[in-house]
């Protein structure tokens, strides 16, 4: 157990549920009549409805700028950022300040509108002095595009189960199994609601986590709630020492602030909270974080530092806490740090909207170094997003066993869109996962002379607009793509499955290939199989041989070779199903013209009849005997030739003698994002 003597001199904690970093909060000893002296008193709730009504009523342009200015400024305090997006756009229109546009350019971002966001912060750099700001700004939205589009094996979940239409936020690991969070839904205690808000006053709730999710929230222990602000529960290892945040009014002051409070637990409850005295009454304690051993605390307050809340650190000594050490500029900056939770190992994880982030709050972890942290890193996307991130959570730091594909897990808090309430807690887990993908290349090759197909091959080139149709091994059909402008294609694929493409564009012979058995690898989440596919052109007029198609002697009747060499051409007619194919056949110059044209038709038609038992359609099939018209050397009548020579002119040919066209601009199905981002 941590020592007792912690009473002696402590207190922090945190008011505003949405986030948003007070100073103090005002009572009201009299009528708000009217949205400026609304906004005075932090009555953001009220003050929107008196500033509309202003507005509508208002028909001098200067006014209605500086009014849709302020509703901008309100809307921003419930984070409802299309509407504050909305009026600082109007007072822009009303040829309001930079400051307008700025504004603009925050709102835009925080809802992940980057490219919006970039124009604006661009139009603010030009209008205002040095634009440094604008240009930081600008850059950020940038890269929060590529982060955005990176590839992560990190997925995240809202916890619908606990997350209600109110702000809940906060999970902090409690007993075996159970967890204690923030909330400010109508279960909470009292009957007053926050006029910043409008939501009631936040206190601890307590849920277990079992095999079938978490159970339904209830009241934390007395005697910790009431009916101020509670918040930001953080226990001490052995669950003896707690520590949370109260934001109460004091009776004889106009101000509200929020403190630490201390509670002991003597095995059967938690004792009356006290207070901690760490830093003077008017400044405020947000975000308390206790290290196991009870020899580190961190909060954030907005006591004097390096800006509007900074992160301290107190260390234990045997008279209570001693003096708070800012964690200095390596962590602050002159916008808010909040929420500092500390690693096994000692890693820093907070959320800042000063330090470059995708928008809002960003979650952003510093590593331990012996006397204080390295540079703060973003952890991006998914964790963050152009809203406010925080609270974050490790639970689990490593898989259970090998089996186990939880490699990482825990817990954040966000008010990103998608969630139940103004703020909502999400858990994330990085799973150990295979991407299977496929990427090939469609090629077509050049010619000496491109109009003739018989002329040298000097090289290739890129082939777009090819149709790649993916079928599973046992002939399924995964789906279609097109090549892009250099020929590219991408398939997702999945693991232990062979499967085959077949390439086809109209004018080309089509193609087909195999990809091998895929199998799961453990050192490595991306896992591409790389292919490549050449369509030859087609040229009408050019006749491909057939080798070894061969006939007995003054015969038309193929041999059992011939037909082996058929068989092995059905592929081709399989993959090119929109041709007519000519067989032709040729004989060499030995015999009467009128015999050997008589006996090459019939070689011809032979083959032609094999094929179409084989089940190949009668009408894409032609036979055209040749006889020796078309000789392939000089054996013409009466030349001295060896029987290799005119064995060259003996030969069966296909080629092509109609194609059906294509539509060639085929819409692509199945593509995926490169995970790496070429």
Known sequence: MCSNKLLLNKSFFYFSVLLLFIASCKTVPFTIKDGKTAREFLLYNQSIDFLTKEYNAEHDATKQQKIAFQLGESYKQFNEYANAERWYKQSVDLNGSVASLYQLGLMQKAQEKYDEAYRSFDRYQEQSEGGFEGRKQANQCKEAIDWKKAFSKIQIANLSSINSSSSDYDLEPYKSGEYVFTSSRDEAKGSDRDGWTGEKFSDLFITEKGDRGFSSPADFVAPVNSGAHESSATFSKDLKEMYFIRCTADPQKSNQYCHLYYSANNNERWSEPVKMDLFPDSFNVYDPYLSKDCKVLLVASDASGYGATDIFLFTKA?????????????????????????????????????????????????????????????????????????????????????????????????????????????????????????????????????????????????????????????????????????????????????????????????????????????????????????????????????????????????????????????????????????????????????????????????????????????????????????????????????????????????????????????????????????
């Not at 001693?322 to 962590?331: C, R, V």
């Not at 969630?419 to 994330?428: H, V």
């Not at 002379?449 to 149709?467: E, F, H, Q, W």
Request: glycine content about 8%; aromatic content about 10%.
């Open 318 to 678: 045997d008279s209570g806490w001693n003096a708070p050490q800012n964690l200095g500029s390596a962590i602050n900056t002159p916008n808010n740090e909040r929420f500092p939770w500390l690693d096994e190992r000692g890693n820093l994880f907070f959320s800042s909207n000063g330090l470059p982030g995708m928008g809002g709050l960003d979650i952003f972890r510093a590593a331990h170094l012996k006397n204080g942290f390295k540079e703060p890193v973003n952890l991006k996307a998914p964790i963050n997003s152009g809203a406010d991130d925080f609270a974050y959570r490790i639970e689990k730091y490593k898989p259970a066993n090998e089996n186990d594909t939880i490699l990482f897990a825990g817990y954040f808090s966000s008010n990103r869109k998608g969630g139940k309430g103004s703020d909502d807690i999400y858990k994330f887990e990085e799973k150990w996962l295979n991407v299977f993908a496929l990427r090939g290349t469609a090629y077509e090759n050049l010619y000496e002379n491109p109009a003739d197909g018989d002329s040298k091959i000097t090289g290739r080139k890129p082939l777009s607009r090819v149709k790649i149709e993916l079928k599973k091994a046992d002939g399924s059909s995964v789906g279609t793509a097109s090549t892009d402008t250099i020929g590219r294609f991408t398939f997702r694929l999945e693991a232990e499955m062979s499967y085959k493409y077949l390439a086809s564009k109209s004018g080309y012979f089509s193609a087909s290939n195999t990809v091998l058995h895929l199998h799961k690898n453990q050192d490595s989440t991306l896992i591409v199989t790389y292919t490549e596919v050449t369509l030859n052109k087609i040229f009408p007029q050019k006749m491909l041989v057939i080798p070894n198609i061969y006939y007995d002697y003054d015969k038309a009747t193929l041999r059992p070779e011939s037909k082996l060499v058929l068989d092995s051409i059905m592929i081709f007619f399989k993959e090119n199903p929109d041709l007519t194919i000519e067989l032709g056949s040729h004989t060499d110059s030995r015999g009467s013209d009128a015999y050997n044209l008589k006996l090459s038709q019939a070689r011809a038609q032979s083959a032609v009849d094999y094929l179409i038992s084989k089940g190949i359609p009668t009408d894409r099939l032609l036979a055209k005997g040749y006889g020796e018209t078309k000789l392939v050397n000089n054996c013409s009548n009466g030349a001295n030739c060896t029987e290799e020579e005119h064995q060259k002119n003996r030969r069966t040919t296909f080629r092509v003698a109609s194609e059906k066209l294509n539509l060639e601009s085929i819409e692509p199905e199945n593509i995926i994002v490169d995970p790496k981002k070429e």
